[in-house]
């Protein structure tokens, strides 16, 4: 049985480019990134380079993902 790699959304794609995380788990949706130590730096870059390219992505975070250092970078469901 093939494994079926999952499709990037071509704005999820740029991002991955431009923001260069070291560590991020593919969701359905989007990413995880994972293993911030400057979370509140790393969202806040995040957010500006959403906004800066407009892309269609959000970012998500909870104290939850906050606790190892991580927060999510979604597209809107099709």
Same mark, same amino acid.
Do not use: Y
């Given at each position: 049985m /093939? &494994?079926?790699? #999952?499709?990037?959304?071509?704005d999820l794609?740029?991002?991955? /480019? &431009?923001?260069e #995380?070291?560590?991020f788990?593919?969701?359905a949706r989007g990413i995880?990134?994972?293993?911030?130590?400057?979370?509140?730096r790393s969202i806040a870059f995040a957010k500006e380079l959403i906004?800066?390219?407009k892309l269609n992505l959000t970012v998500h975070n909870s104290a939850e993902m906050a606790s190892y250092?991580?927060?999510e970078v979604l597209h809107p469901a099709s």
């Open positions: /093939q &494994k079926k790699e #999952p499709k990037i959304n071509a794609q740029k991002f991955i /480019q &431009k923001f #995380p070291n560590k788990k593919m969701l995880e990134i994972r293993g911030n130590n400057d979370l509140h906004e800066r390219f250092g991580g927060f």
